[in-house]
């Protein structure tokens, strides 16, 4: 159970999105709403988000307020630029949050999270001050040489699909990012390199990422279904 403390939120939405085909995702509509209001309103309702921010490319900065203006998100602190790499974003992000003892991180691009998942991560988070939404991967997955030859079958019973919420505390986070070296996808893979532990609770197959506009289509068909 998640005891009451101040709580920040990250929404990293800095992406170029060069597999869209020229489609501006975090501005596309998914069941009549863009997907970056949608996020921004989950987290804005959530019980235990205190304070969030907005993290955009710098091109999108105006737009995304403009979006955002007149939507009621009380808890909105800010709406700041990114940087080239996605680490570079979140670090921005944590440079503008309001102080916080909890850090919520999560892509923009993951339209379909819910408050749920937002508890569930604050909640496993406690036990090691770090934790990381994420699915069992249900298909076989096998590692390649660099010419495209199998070089073994990996065990699928212990292998997760990362996602997004990543719930951390502030210290530890700041700390991961202050030593941060070299490119990284995943925020948890910084605390990892320190040497805490990082606890995986229940994602969602549903708690898609867009990355082509085939997920856009496959995104309003989920919503629809949530809907109905």
Same mark, same amino acid.
């Given at each position: ?54 993290? &955009? ?34 670090? @921005? ?28 991560? #604050?909640? @496993?988070?406690?036990?090691?001050? %770090? %934790? ?16 495209? *030859? ?8 212990? #292998? ?15 700390? @991961? ?22 606890? &995986? *609770? ?27």
């Amino acid at each position: 159970m998640f005891k009451s403390q101040t709580v920040g939120a990250i929404i990293v939405a800095a992406g170029r999105g060069e597999r869209m085909g020229g489609i501006d995702k975090i501005f596309a509509p998914l069941g009549g709403t863009a997907v970056l209001e949608r996020v921004a309103t989950v987290f804005d309702t959530s019980p235990y988000i205190d304070h969030f921010v907005i993290v &955009l490319t710098q091109d999108n900065v105006t737009r995304g307020k403009h979006l955002l203006d007149g939507k009621n998100l009380s808890k909105l602190a800010k709406v700041c630029p990114g940087g080239l790499r996605r680490q570079d974003s979140v670090e @921005a992000g944590l440079k503008n949050l309001p102080p916080c003892k909890w850090v919520v991180i999560h892509d923009g691009a993951r339209p379909l999270v819910g408050a749920a998942l937002i508890t569930a991560g #604050l909640e @496993a988070a406690q036990e090691t001050g %770090a %934790a990381v939404a994420a699915v069992p991967v249900i298909d076989t997955i096998k590692q390649a040489d660099d010419g495209g *030859y199998v070089k073994e079958t990996l065990p699928r019973a212990r #292998l997760w699909a990362v996602q997004t919420p990543q719930v951390f505390r502030s210290d530890i986070i700041k700390e @991961a990012y202050r030593n941060a070296t070299g490119d990284v996808t995943d925020d948890a893979a910084l605390v990892e390199a320190l040497g805490y532990r990082v606890k &995986l *609770y229940m994602g969602a197959y549903d708690n898609i990422k867009l990355t082509t506009p085939a997920d856009l289509t496959l995104a309003e068909a989920l919503w629809q279904r949530k809907e109905g």
